[in-house]
């Protein structure tokens, strides 16, 4: 996945609007990553009702990779519901440090499905665990 694919996601998933809806929502959950005044880390995970929970992101800069700030992100935004009994998520299938992470904290591909927003063949996995 290319800058011009990057760019792309960013334009359609975090708009000002986008975000501030995801904020002011009582069925996210948003956890940042701080050194300093940068951000370097990201997690949202959202409550879809009867107990499915969506992680919808959780980005690290490249750096910070390795020092468990991942695995921190990711127990806080599940955590965040503690009625949940499953989560799912997306995530590239050429994004192999990414599949294996999510496998570390015991989730398993379910689907293969083709990005729906892609000119190209891009495939992304669905994932899922019991909470």
């Known amino acids: 996945m290319g800058a011009q694919r990057v760019d792309q996601l960013t334009k359609m998933w975090h708009t000002p609007e986008k975000l501030e809806s995801e904020v002011n929502?009582?069925?996210?959950?948003?956890?940042?990553v701080v050194d300093g005044d940068r951000i370097v880390g990201h997690a949202l995970a959202t409550d879809e009702g009867e107990g499915h929970v969506h992680l919808k992101r959780l980005y690290l800069r490249a750096a910070y990779y390795g020092k468990?700030?991942?695995?921190?992100?990711?127990?806080?935004?599940?955590?965040?519901?503690?009625?949940?009994?499953?989560?799912?998520?997306e995530v590239y299938e050429v994004n192999a440090r990414a599949v294996a992470f999510y496998q570390k904290h015991d989730f398993s591909i379910s689907e293969r499905l083709r990005d729906e927003f892609a000119d190209d063949e891009l495939y992304e996995f669905r994932m899922v665990r019991t909470l």
Do not use: R
């Open 25 to 32: 929502s009582a069925a996210d959950a948003s956890f940042v």
């Open 68 to 89: 468990g700030l991942g695995d921190q992100l990711l127990t806080a935004a599940l955590s965040s519901f503690p009625h949940g009994l499953q989560a799912s998520l």
